[in-house]
């Protein structure tokens, strides 16, 4: 079981790297455009889970948290000179909801709540792109969100069989798993989609 969960583990770590480094590299070149609200809370995200999910008991899953933790920070970075949005009112807003969620977790002091507040927070910085992707599908690098979901899974797998499968532990890695591949579909289908309406549009002219 140990072995199984550091197996798990470390690839959750590794694919995390790998769905990053793509994600800096197109945004350094210019072909993504990430959402500064969005990074700017995910980063924030990723440190709370991580410390909240290694004060709730986590070890091999904490891997792939610890490794978003930093990446993450590293995109919000870059982004503040290469992303767009984040300031309007709306945007303002969400971005206060959000911190709502990490004070809920630094008042209570729950590791439960404290994952909780984190998941909405989280839908809201996802929430926040989602209308730039479905206009401009283009300004998101696909893979990146394919490769977290994997990550998700593995670290869903590394707490199954090594830490105390509860709900608390289990609930951010499936969670991750699963909105990173909504993600990748919306691009995926967005993507698909403009393509056939441009073949379409050529096929008339």
Known sequence: ???????????????????????????????????????????ALAVVVCLAQWAD?????L???LTQAVLTTAVFAVAI??????????ELALIAVAAAGVAGWL??????????CVVAADLIAAAMMVPKT??????????TFVYASIGGALAAGAVGVADNAGATLLLYPIYYCLANGA???????RRTVLRWHVAEQSAQD
Do not use: F, K, N
């Open 107 to 116: 008042l209570s002091g729950e590791p439960l709540v404290a994952t909780v």
């Open 134 to 143: 479905y206009h401009d599908p283009g300004s998101e690098t696909l893979a």
């Open 81 to 90: 000179v290469r992303g767009q949005g984040g300031t309007t009112i709306i």
């Open 1 to 43: 079981m140990t072995v199984l969960a550091a197996l798990l583990g470390v690839s959750a770590g590794l694919v995390g790297i790998v769905d990053t480094v793509p994600y800096l590299r197109d945004v350094l070149r210019g072909s993504t455009r990430p959402h500064r609200g969005t990074w700017l809370i995910w980063s």
């Open 57 to 61: 008991g986590a070890s091999w899953s």
């Open 183 to 189: 993600i990748a579909v919306l691009i995926h289908h």
């Open 63 to 65: 891997i792939m948290l």
